[in-house]
């Protein structure tokens, strides 16, 4: 697991991933498009530094997966909704500690009833609670922003709401959304059974039963076919790839 100080520097940029994806040219080269972000300042920003840690962030996010998840991004751009979960995907498997402060810090402070989420109990979880990714090595002026910059994108991404005082959103995942999130996993994982029971579902402090219920509810829209006997569960595919899957839903 690698623990860094990214989200300092790079939080949810939900108007920057709109921006970035939006102007995009999948006709030309990745570098003729960064350069070309760079010349034009297509990101707005007031200092070329800002702007180059922005665009790198987001070419590791969008681009470094491969060539599908900037073409069904683009394909999404109609969909805020959906839109906004494909990002929240992206950002979070890309960064470790994000995905750990909500699929695991996040996941347990619910399941144990909590509601209202504070900087000091995220931090304390994170210094505390093993295995999990260390912080320890930081100055608590360091962990302080860090944890500020976690809670902040999770409410951006959705899963908290308020400003000041944070509260545990209800869990929920759109069929839009979950689409995309599938497409992505079917990319990356070998069996029906490990899609199901893939942690990224807890970003979305989704428990077994709730990620059940979602592919259900996916076959009876017609996007797969589903069917689960014991330990057993298959998933048969009723559309192409991720750009595919993505045009299916929106």
Aim: with cysteine.
């Amino acid at each position: 697991m690698e623990i860094t100080t990214r989200i300092i520097k790079g939080g949810a940029l939900l108007d920057d991933s709109f921006r970035f994806v939006s102007e995009w040219d999948l006709r030309r080269s990745i570098e003729d498009n960064l350069d070309d972000f760079r010349s034009r300042n297509v990101l707005g920003k007031r200092s070329r530094s800002r702007a180059e840690d922005t665009v790198a962030i987001l070419r590791q996010r969008f681009i470094q997966p491969g060539p599908e998840v900037i073409s069904a991004l683009k394909e999404l751009i109609v969909r805020p909704d959906a839109f906004r979960i494909a990002c929240y995907y992206e950002a979070a498997r890309n960064d470790d500690l994000l995905a750990h402060t909500a699929g695991v810090t996040l996941y347990s402070m619910r399941n144990r009833g909590w509601t209202r989420i504070t900087v000091e109990a995220v931090e304390r979880a994170l210094l505390e609670a093993p295995p999990g990714p260390s912080i320890k090595e930081w100055g608590d002026s360091t962990r302080r922003r860090v944890v500020h910059g976690l809670l902040s994108a999770l409410r951006d991404f959705g899963i908290l709401e308020g400003s000041a005082i944070k509260h545990l959103v209800r869990p929920h995942l759109p069929l839009a959304g979950f689409g995309y999130v599938l497409g992505r996993l079917r990319s990356e994982l070998a069996s029906s059974h490990e899609m199901v029971t893939n942690r990224a579902w807890r970003w979305w402090l989704l428990d077994d039963r709730a990620v059940r219920g979602l592919f259900l509810d996916a076959d009876r829209e017609g996007l797969i076919r589903f069917s689960e006997a014991g330990t057993t569960v298959r998933i048969d595919w009723q559309t192409g790839g991720l750009e595919e899957m993505v045009r299916a839903i929106v």
